[in-house]
């Protein structure tokens, strides 16, 4: 058995569980014969079990000792290999004895060689005479990790893609990120500077202890597995398929629900409370209110991210880059920063990475199940363009509303660097406080605007005020003051391609037609070139 695949010890898991008294589902009964048509060591011992589950006394008493096991098990293994081949869905919804259930159930933990730990023996019997249903074992289960992005760690010992997760494992995302599995059906991000751990994992249940920070949670609510909750020092979020964010400061503990509902229950006493799709709700004080449109928005690219990821049949990415802190993005999607491991969906991708001051990388992968594809970019210097003549009128196309603002950032980052401003609106922006990034790259771009920094500043803010801060007119002004420095920089494709998104928003069909003809013209080879050309024949078949 030490050379058993993944696939195999996920069936042995099935018969563990068929034997504790569950009944399988129609997924995992086609699963099992699919398996047993392409494993005969499976399929000898799919024999071995039916052989003892037909027998008539189903084995020997239910009190085994290790003697009187391994003779039983040696003698159905020998008729098993003797016996005609048996159709694995013959029986299916044939039930063991109840008299012989303590014995089947010991007959399946030696045949599969997983330890089964349990009382079985005369109160078993006894249950099983009243009709009194004995509580099967809880079996202990295993999370892995889809994805570690930057600084995360595990009891002190760095994060990796694909470590495993068992009950107890301490958890720590400082700057970065990490995307674990502690379930199937379960992905849950863990956001930069957060702790948690793992206090139960298994068939009974699953709980993850959110000391501080955030993480966001998504579970596909047709799985079939254990209930995953999220405890908190204010209380428990219990949750059966929903997509939801918890979030504990030192002020508070607030959960916000995505998708589907989840119920919270909190130590204060009373009756748990449900908190539905769209609703927020503060751990300790009554009543929820609605999610506010910016929060909605925030979450998708967040739940577009554990979309983009899976846990089995995965392709192993890995990607570095010289120097590190690449931001990394796949399909549009960002996953963090370099150094970078995820297990991605298979399919065609769009890998692109890119750094401040050096040019972006992109490629297209072909990821398939089982695979992997691993990259060390290096990454070359940016071409810097020179400045124009009315390089100051700048900082005036971007003061914008926010002016009192960014001029109180500004007259505190008197005598910081460039690349101190840059550093700080880019910690910011992973943190996700987009105000805060906002600020700091106008006052980098106002403070310092000759700089190479404040140029590529301009999309980064564009794309800011965009997405996330909802003002395109503010963004249109980022997009084409960085267009109006150079057409052949860095990030010249990303700008023309924001500043035909900002005129979508602002409802200027017409001057939005125009910026996609520019934008395919200059960049005919560009990531975002199919969708150009969707969105301007949608808007040229409008004219007709």
Same mark, same amino acid.
């Given at each position: ?101 303590? +014995?089947?159930? @010991?007959?399946?933990?030696? &045949?599969? $060689?997983? #330890? !089964?730990?349990? *009382? ?5 019997? /006894? ?103 999220? +405890?908190?020092? @204010?209380?428990?979020?219990? &949750?059966? $398929?929903? #997509? !939801?964010?918890? *979030? ?5 503990? /607030? ?290």
């Amino acid at each position: 058995m030490s050379n058993m695949s993944n696939k195999c010890k996920e069936i042995h898991q099935i018969w563990i569980e068929e034997a504790t008294g569950r009944p399988l589902t129609d997924g995992e009964r086609w699963k099992v014969t699919r398996h047993l048509e392409e494993c005969p060591a499976c399929s000898l011992e799919a024999r071995a079990l039916e052989l003892g589950r037909i027998d008539g006394n189903a084995g020997p008493a239910p009190a085994l000792d290790d003697l009187a096991e391994r003779r039983y098990v040696d003698d159905v293994l020998d008729r098993a290999e003797a016996s005609p081949v048996l159709d694995p869905t013959a029986t299916q919804g044939r039930r063991i004895p109840a008299l012989a259930w303590g +014995a089947a159930a @010991a007959l399946v933990a030696a &045949v599969v $060689g997983v #330890a !089964f730990y349990s *009382s079985h023996g005369g109160d078993a019997a /006894e249950s099983a005479r009243s009709g009194v249903a004995s509580e099967p074992a809880a079996v202990a289960l295993e999370g892995r990790v889809l994805l570690t992005a930057g600084d995360a760690a595990a009891g002190g010992s760095p994060l990796g893609r694909g470590d495993v997760l068992r009950e107890g494992s301490q958890l720590r995302v400082g700057d970065g990120k990490a995307v674990i599995a502690p379930a199937q059906g379960v992905s849950v991000l863990l956001e930069a500077w957060t702790s948690a751990a793992v206090t139960r994992s298994s068939s009974a249940g699953v709980e993850l202890r959110l000391n501080s920070g955030q993480l966001v949670a998504e579970v596909d609510p047709a799985r079939d597995g254990p209930e995953l909750a999220i +405890a908190t020092r @204010a209380g428990r979020v219990v &949750v059966t $398929g929903t #997509a !939801f964010a918890v *979030s504990v400061s030192e002020q508070r503990v /607030e959960v916000r629900v995505y998708r589907g509902s989840v119920r919270v229950e909190e130590r204060a006493g009373g009756q748990g409370r449900t908190v539905r799709v769209g609703e927020t709700a503060v751990l300790g004080t009554d009543g929820t209110s609605r999610l506010a449109g910016s929060e909605q928005d925030e979450a998708r690219p967040v739940l577009k991210l554990l979309d983009l990821l899976a846990g089995r049949e995965a392709a192993d990415v890995r990607i570095q880059s010289l120097p590190s802190g690449a931001v990394v993005t796949l399909d549009d999607v960002i996953l963090g920063v370099t150094p970078l491991e995820a297990a991605v969906r298979p399919g065609h991708r769009s890998l692109e990475l890119s750094h401040a001051g050096f040019e972006p990388v992109r490629e297209l992968l072909a990821l398939k199940p089982g695979s992997g594809a691993e990259r060390v970019f290096e990454l070359g210097p940016a071409v810097v363009a020179p400045p124009i003549e009315d390089e100051p009128k700048v900082a005036e196309v971007v003061r914008g509303s926010t002016g009192s603002a960014a001029k109180r950032t500004g007259d505190e980052a008197t005598g910081v660097g460039p690349a101190e401003l840059l550093a700080r609106a880019q910690s910011a922006r992973a943190a996700r406080d987009w105000t805060t990034a906002a600020r700091t790259y106008q006052t980098l771009v106002q403070s310092h605007p000759r700089s190479a920094e404040a140029r590529t500043s301009l999309v980064s803010l564009g794309s800011i005020q965009l997405e996330h801060l909802r003002r395109p007119g503010k963004a249109l002004g980022s997009f084409e003051a960085y267009l109006a420095r150079t057409r052949k920089g860095t990030l010249a494709q990303e700008a023309a391609f924001g500043r035909a998104g900002a005129l979508r928003a602002l409802g200027r069909t017409a001057r939005e037609a125009d910026a996609l003809r520019a934008f395919l013209r200059d960049f005919p080879s560009a990531i975002q070139a199919n969708r150009a050309r969707q969105r301007l024949s949608e808007l040229e078949a409008n004219r007709l």
